[in-house]
């Protein structure tokens, strides 16, 4: 089921912006993977981790998610001290670099110009990330890094966001059905702004993803 997922999602023509963005990259930069970028990680993995959409020359480039972004330097230094990961990350797709428990995938999987996708193309990648959660059967915490994907995430979940607020290390028990509970985290995103502003430092990230190892024991 999940391969018919990722192979609809290469295909995906909703968003007319974002396709022609691709098509612009694809002459600008051959080389580039220039493709709606799919997850990273297995499926049965526990751990779920929502950024907003691949930066022009670092996901869009490699065609993994946060691989060779400023934002994923952050995110991968503190999940490989926390034991997320296998291998040594070298910002390449080929890199023999692999999570443990853990998928990683974004509110919208095209790289959007400017680094910001609008309210339409949000709404129109929503049902990947839907498709992406339903299939992930061990699912039990989802970090979203920054607030677009805090509101995805809700979407998708079909939960309301004003019963969910977004702030930094807010942790939220959300009931998807009668059986299934999962925990929403919620962190500033790793972005070099939040970083050289010190809205989000390393430190602060570390706190987040520490406390998300603690609830998976
Ligand atoms: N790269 C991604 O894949 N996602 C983000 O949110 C930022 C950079």
Do not use: W
């Not at 797709?93 to 428990?101: A, E, G, T, V, Y």
């Not at 790289?111 to 992406?132: A, D, S």
């Not at 989802?142 to 809700?154: D, F, K, Q, S, Y």
């Amino acid at each position: 089921m999940i391969e018919n997922f990722e192979l609809l999602s290469k295909k995906c023509e909703k968003c007319s912006r974002l396709c022609s963005f691709l098509e612009t990259n694809r002459k600008n930069f051959p080389d580039y993977f220039n493709n709606p970028v799919p997850s990273f990680g297995e499926i049965d993995s526990e751990f779920l981790i929502v950024g907003l959409a691949p930066g022009l020359n670092g996901a869009n480039k490699t065609g993994r998610p946060f691989t060779g972004d400023y934002a994923g330097d952050i995110l991968y230094n503190v999940l490989t001290k926390q034991g997320f990961t296998k291998g040594t990350y070298l910002a390449k797709k080929d890199d023999n670099f692999s999570l443990i428990n853990t998928r990683i995938t974004n509110a919208v999987r095209c790289v959007p110009p400017e680094n910001k996708p609008t309210g339409e193309e949000i709404k129109n990648c929503n049902n990947y990330l839907k498709k992406e959660i339903e299939n992930m059967c061990n699912l039990k915490v989802i970090l979203v890094l920054g607030r677009i994907a805090h509101e995805a995430v809700l979407r998708a979940l079909e939960q309301s966001t004003s019963k969910f607020k977004f702030e930094h290390g807010n942790i939220h028990l959300i009931n998807i059905n009668s059986k299934k509970t999962i925990l929403l985290v919620d962190s500033y995103h790793t972005s070099r702004y939040n970083i050289n502003t010190k809205r989000l430092t390393l430190d602060m990230f570390e706190q987040i993803v520490l406390q998300i190892k603690e609830k998976l024991k």
